[in-house]
Structures are given as C-alpha cells and as structure tokens.
C-alpha cells in the first residue's frame, strides 16, 4: 500500500495537480493539509473519477484536512482527544477547534492527517497554542499504543517543526528567533518520537526539503525546510520497504509550497509487485 501526505495549499485550486499526482505515482491513499474550503466546497468528482473516496474536514477558508483512499474508509474521526482550539478573544478550554485533524482506520492502518498550528512566532499566543495541540497529540500517541502496542499507527502531514538543523536550510528560519526551529518545539517533536513513533522516512530518504517559500527564490536556492514527516509506530514503521519525496512537484504551474511524501508498505496479505520508490 502507497501512503503519500501533501500540504496541497488551496484544494480547488490545485485539485487538477492533486489527483494527477495520486493517480501517475499510484498512490493508495493521500492525506492533505491546508484545503482551504468547507466539505461542500471540496472538488470530489475528480477524485472519485480517478476511483477515490474523500473524507474531508474544514470550517472555512483556512486550515482544513482530508483523506482521499482507494480502500474503504473506516473508523473517521475528526480531532483527537483533548485537542485544543483557537480563536482571537479566547482563553481556555472553550477556544474552538480548528480543521487540523482527520484520522481513518484504512486496510488496518490508523491513519492520520495533521495540520499542526504554526506558531507565528515566538512571543504569539499561537505558539503556546502549538505546544499544547502537540502535547495533547503526544497524549493520544502515548494512550492509544500504551493500550495497543502493536498498532499499525502513522501521524502525517504538516508538522510545522524542522527538528533537527539538518531539516533548516532556510536562512531566515533562526533559532531564538523564528518558530519552527525553537527548542521546545523541537521537544514536543521529540516527544512524540519517545510517546513510541519513528520518522519511517529519513532512514530511506537522508537528504530532501519539503516546503519552499515562495520568496526570495528559496526553491530554485533550495533554501527548504523539512516539515512535512510520516511517524510511524513500530508496527507501521517494521512494513515500510521504501520512501521518496516528490521534489518536482515544486514546480510547474501553481504549485503548493511543500511537495508529497510517500511510503511504501509490505502489509502482510499484500499482493503488491510495484517498483519500490526512492
């Protein structure tokens, strides 16, 4: 089974690249982030003309998330236990939840798409609001592999976390001074990794950016960052045979400013002879 994540960055106006890219690189399911649209505004047809079925999750016109799968979709949720929220004029508990979460069982996968909050910066409420949806992500993490530790479990998507200076190649992104790159947003990315997942795409992929600005010609530059990752538990991670990220799908016509991730799994019962992918 093909798994790919991409921050599309504007659903409908991207969905022509989209399904192109779902469909030419065989991919079984998609997870997105930053549809930018309701549910009813979601461009299905072309989806399901390619033979997918789409769970999608949005409020407005930012945020968003959605799950495209040519496997029946099973066990939808939307957010995890105890996720915060967020709005200006809010303070607490009773802030409202943004489209940042989606998860589905799918052929005995508990997949996720996830949107974590940017931060804006260093001294933003967002950024204490980040570090508590990553806190209240690592506490489902712990929980639910606490209660089965043999889960097959993958959180995916937009992590908004370069965790390691290796993933920075960004010049203006600088520690103590930008988010992305400060210490304790590099520890809830780490705690995540200790609540019993593993990034099941370095070890097969040891060099590549995920996302771009569109300033400054960061792209051509290959000034990126990395922060777009696949974590797997064990049982996830132990069935990856292969992993890639599509750096070509920075360009073009209107691309998204990050590019896909994908896995590749040898599940058991599997009857897959596709090429592994690097």
Known sequence: MRIATWNVNSIRARVVRTVDFAVRHDVDVLLMQEIKCKPEQFPYAPFEEAGYTVEAHGLNQWNGVAIASREPIED???????????????????????????????????????YVPNGRGLDDPHYRYKLDWLEALRGYTLDTLRNDPDRALALTGDFNIAPTDADNGDPTVVEGVTTHVSPPEREAFQALIDAGLSDTVRPLV???????????????????????????????????????????????????????????????????DRPMIF
């Open 206 to 272: 040891p060099a590549g950016y995920t996302y771009w600005d569109y300033k400054q010609l960061r792209f051509p530059r290959n000034e990126g960052l990395r922060i777009d990752f696949i974590l797997g538990s064990h049982a996830f991670a132990d069935a990856v045979v292969a992993a890639s990220i599509h750096r070509d799908e920075r360009k073009g016509e209107i691309p998204s400013d990050h590019v896909p991730v994908a896995v590749d799994l040898d599940l058991a019962g599997d009857d897959d």
């Open 76 to 114: 939808l949720q939307i957010g995890f236990p105890d996720m915060p929220g967020f709005a200006k004029g809010y303070d607490g508990p009773d802030a409202p939840q943004e489209a940042r979460a989606i998860g589905a069982a799918i052929s005995g996968v508990e997949l996720w798409s996830l």
